[in-house]
T-cell receptor, first 113, second 115 residues
C-alpha cells in the first residue's frame, strides 16, 4: 500500500506571497491532519479533516486554511506569508482519526525569504 | 503547547547498548504513540499503546505506559547506528471525542548511536 505523499517537497517563497501544499493520504484513510514543525516550537497541530469537514483546528491565525476533497486528498493554504512561516509542514492520515495510528508523509519544506 | 515532555533531550550511546527514553504528559489520554524522525524528514510511526495497556513490544522496541504517573518509556534494545534519529512521543488526549486527529508532541529525544 502506498504511503502518504506530499507535494511539493521543497518550496521557496517570498514574504507576502501565498502557498498551497498538497497531501494524498493512504488509500482508505479518511482523516488527514496537518502539522507545522519548527526548531523553536516543535511539532504543532494545524487542523484535521474527515470526509471533507474540518473537525479540529489548532491555534494558528486565519492565514492558515485547508480543505479536503471527496477522494480524501487535502490541501493547505497559507496566505500573506511571513518569515516565521518557514517550516516543515507534515501531513498525516488515519483511517478514522480519533484514537487511530497516524501515518505521516515526508513533509514539505517551506522557506520564506 | 507541548503536552509531552521528553527526557533526556539528547542521548549518546555505543552500538549494542540499550537506549531508554522517557515521556511525561499532563492530561488523560486515549493512546500514546512513539515516532522516529531522521534529520528533518517525515515521522515514522513506531508503536501505539492504548490507555488500558501497560506494556507493548515490537521487535527491538519495548514501550511501557503508566497512566497513574502520566508517563511512558521507550526502550530500544541492542541499538544500531541506523537507530540514530530523533524520537518523539505523541499523545491523543481523551477530550470527550473532540480531539479529532490532534496529536500533541513532545520536544523529542535526539539519539546518537556510535558504531
Amino acid at each position: 500500500k502506498a504511503g502518504v505523499t506530499q507535494t511539493p517537497r521543497y518550496l521557496i517563497k517570498t514574504r507576502g506571497q501565498q502557498v498551497t501544499l498538497s497531501c494524498s493520504p493512504i488509500s482508505g484513510h479518511r482523516s488527514v491532519s496537518w502539522y507545522q514543525q519548527t526548531p523553536g516550537q516543535g511539532l504543532q497541530f494545524l487542523f484535521e479533516y474527515f470526509s471533507e469537514t474540518q473537525r479540529n483546528k489548532g491555534n494558528f491565525p486565519g492565514r492558515f486554511s485547508g480543505r479536503q476533497f471527496s477522494n480524501s486528498r487535502s490541501e493547505m493554504n497559507v496566505s500573506t506569508l511571513e518569515l516565521g512561516d518557514s517550516a516543515l509542514y507534515l501531513c498525516a492520515s488515519a483511517r478514522l482519526g480519533h484514537t487511530d495510528t497516524q501515518y505521516f508523509g515526508p513533509g514539505t519544506r517551506l522557506t520564506v525569504l | 503547547s507541548q503536552q509531552g515532555e521528553e527526557d533526556p533531550q539528547a542521548l549518546s550511546i555505543q552500538e549494542g547498548e540499550n537506549a531508554t527514553m522517557n515521556c511525561s504528559y499532563k492530561t488523560s489520554i486515549n493512546n500514546l504513540q512513539w515516532y522516529r524522525q531522521n534529520s528533518g524528514r517525515g515521522l515514522v510511526h513506531l508503536i501505539l499503546i492504548r490507555s488500558n495497556e501497560r506494556e507493548k513490544h515490537s521487535g527491538r522496541l519495548r514501550v511501557t505506559l503508566d497512566t497513574s504517573k502520566k508517563s511512558s518509556s521507550l526502550l530500544i534494545t541492542a541499538s544500531r547506528a541506523a537507530d540514530t534519529a530523533s524520537y518523539f512521543c505523541a499523545t491523543d488526549p481523551n477530550a470527550g471525542g473532540t480531539s479529532y486527529g490532534k496529536l500533541t508532541f513532545g520536544q523529542g529525544t535526539i539519539l546518537t548511536v556510535h558504531p
